[in-house]
């Protein structure tokens, strides 16, 4: 019995220096049981006004028993066949069709031969529209999202920028890909990726330009919680 004892001490002592090696302190643990998934009905509206209220909200992904998560500080507004810089824009198409269809689903594509985006789409059945998702707050699972990101060794408060900041390591931290995350309902939880609301409200929301795009580049589509170490790009103006 001692010796089982005595076990149990030195299983939880490995765990906890797992913890601290990892985030580079003792972390209290983000309880996802508080998160309540939005409806079908959050997203079928105007990308722009979906896109503020997404701020704040937890992207959960669910790979098997793992689970992570993290905060949405920065996203970017795509408004369908009228916006030169969306996909949406070159009419439907068996690549896109996912934005032409029922809101609150994923929207996954390669870019560049190099990494994977994440979209939501929003409006109601047949009016192409989406947002990108850009940088989270990473909350839990933060341990499998660095071994995603092939990172090692401590991963400190400063350090963990590199986990799901820019659209790209969002997508490889939570190990998102095309083939199997493309067109899931993100409204429920069953489907793998679905984003939900624990209650938290960002004090400021700052607006720039969309950044990375050549086409429409002048519009300010692209909404951040202002202040939040994890956004991408440079700082923006408060609203």
């Not at 032409?100 to 031969?113: A, E």
């Amino acid at each position: 019995m001692r010796n089982r004892r005595v076990a149990a001490i030195k299983s939880r002592d490995c765990r906890e220096q797992s913890a601290k090696k990892i985030t580079g302190k003792t972390r209290k643990a983000y309880d996802l049981h508080r998160v309540r998934p939005l409806t079908v009905e959050f997203y079928a509206r105007d990308p722009r006004i979906v896109a503020r209220e997404l701020l704040g909200k937890v992207l959960v992904r669910q790979l098997g028993r793992e689970r992570m998560a993290g905060r949405i500080v920065e996203v970017e507004a795509y408004l369908g066949a009228d916006d030169a810089a969306a996909h949406a824009a070159a009419g439907l198409t068996p690549r896109n069709r996912v934005l032409f269809g029922q809101p609150g689903r994923s929207y996954v594509y390669f870019i560049y031969g190099n990494y994977y985006c994440l979209n939501v789409s929003c409006l109601p059945d047949g009016i192409a529209g989406g947002i990108l998702f850009r940088a989270l707050e990473p909350l839990a699972g933060l341990e499998a999202m660095a071994r995603n990101r092939s990172l090692t060794g401590e991963l400190t408060e400063r350090r963990k920028r590199l986990l799901t900041t820019g659209p790209g390591r969002l997508c490889e931290a939570l190990d998102i890909t095309r083939a199997r995350d493309n067109d899931l309902d993100m409204a429920s939880p069953s489907s793998g990726i679905w984003i939900g609301d624990d209650g938290h409200a960002p004090e400021r929301i700052a607006v720039t330009r969309r950044i990375g795009i050549t086409k429409a580049a002048d519009h300010p589509l692209r909404y951040i919680i202002a202040g939040n170490e994890f956004v991408s790009g440079p700082p923006a103006r408060s609203l």
